[in-house]
């Protein structure tokens, strides 16, 4: 029996450079994550990450399903979308950590990325973010899989 062949849409002339894809996740206001239940289920959920020398840093805390699940089985995909200039997923791993330096790094960019604030309400904040449960992770990139709708 001859194998049949699938065709595909070959999608490669709307990929996106570097520079777009850094611009596209830098002009996001959040993006989903992903993670695998027990029962092998893809999940997800919004989340506002922070950029850190260019990387995407992403918070959890201890009592939340996808640490958990990160923790088993760190694989995920980040998924960035602006309208007007298109989208890009990460396809990689995050590591978690609970160092105090790395939290509080992280809790300083995304303050500054979200709040345009008083000190006092700063301070507030970060003591209320800044706990021994809360737990950061770089996202370290496999792979982009991209989509520039200028160019459609």
């Not at 992280?106 to 008083?118: A, T």
């Not at 950061?136 to 989509?147: H, M, P, Q, R, S």
Request: proline fraction near 2%; hydrophobic fraction near 40%; charge should be negative.
């Amino acid at each position: 029996m001859a194998e049949e062949q699938e065709l595909w849409e070959d999608l490669s002339a709307f990929r996106m450079d570097p520079e777009t894809i850094q611009e596209c996740i830098e002009a996001a206001t959040g993006c989903t994550v992903t993670w695998m239940d027990g029962k092998g289920r893809a999940m997800g959920v919004w989340i506002t990450p922070a950029l850190i020398d260019g990387e995407v840093w992403v918070t959890t805390t201890t009592n939340r399903t996808k640490t958990k699940a990160w923790l088993k089985d760190n694989r995920t995909t980040a998924i960035f979308g602006v309208a007007g200039l298109g989208s890009v997923s990460i396809i990689g791993t995050v590591d978690l950590t609970d160092d105090p330096a790395k939290r509080r790094r992280f809790l300083e960019v995304l303050y500054e990325k979200s709040f345009q604030q008083d000190e006092a309400h700063r301070e507030r904040w970060m003591g209320s973010m800044d706990s021994d449960g809360r737990l950061v992770g770089c996202i370290k990139v496999e792979k982009y899989i991209t989509f520039d709708e200028r160019k459609a």
